[in-house]
């Protein structure tokens, strides 16, 4: 058994056994993955992507989908979206990222922080999320969850990422460009109505993919 223990020798507060939390985690992703079409409401659509949402299972929210269609391959696409300093030069929403400890298995605890959105209605939050990456039938899937982290710095607001994560695969008949979905439930906290929040996320989702588009462009 594989005890979730960092490379400096600590054992992570409030983390169990990585290999299970992981895999528990990755089993929650593709329960998202394979949800009935008909239960998803369209929030947002463009062009080239799609925005989904049904009542979160986590909390009182919503779990949000998001789909569109990538021009670069998969490793590309997931290097540019998993922890690490190149995530910071294109992801308009982050701020800052750091990632606190490193695990076996493809495992980070991360903690980073959000500008704020919708004018300053919602402040800049804080996360500190435990990610995994892992193979998914041609592709890859980045996904995480946030932990409950007792080290708290009072500027910012702590949000909470229930199960999260990006399912990338290749296109079957041009597999130099990718179908990216991502599911997202992230509770905010603070006092924020709750159609600011969907309102915000919506918007964040359909940036979140011209930012990746536009760096890997550039690629």
Request: hydrophobic content about 35%.
């Amino acid at each position: 058994m594989l005890i979730l223990v960092s490379v400096t020798g600590k054992k992570m507060e409030g983390l169990p056994d990585v290999a299970a939390f992981a895999t528990e985690l990755k089993k929650t992703l593709i329960q998202y993955h394979s949800i009935e079409d008909d239960k998803w409401r369209v929030v947002k659509k463009t062009k080239d992507v799609t925005i989904w949402r049904k009542p979160s299972e986590e909390f009182n929210g919503h779990l949000f989908k998001a789909q569109g269609v990538i021009d670069d391959v998969v490793n590309s696409v997931i290097d540019h979206i998993c922890p690490g300093p190149c995530r910071l030069d294109w992801d308009s929403l982050m701020t800052s990222l750091d990632v606190l400890e490193h695990f076996e298995e493809n495992c980070c605890v991360m903690r980073y922080t959000t500008a704020g959105q919708l004018w300053n209605i919602i402040s800049p939050r804080e996360f500190v999320d435990f990610s995994y990456t892992v193979g998914y039938k041609e592709g890859l899937l980045s996904c995480g969850i946030s932990l409950d982290w007792s080290e708290k710095r009072p500027e910012f607001v702590r949000g909470y990422n229930h199960p999260c994560g990006w399912f990338c695969v290749p296109l079957k008949d041009t597999p130099n460009r990718s179908l990216l979905t991502g599911y997202i439930q992230t509770d905010l906290r603070g006092t924020i109505p709750q159609s600011a929040v969907d309102t915000a996320m919506a918007s964040t989702l359909i940036n979140f993919y011209g930012d990746l588009r536009k760096v890997l462009r550039k690629a």
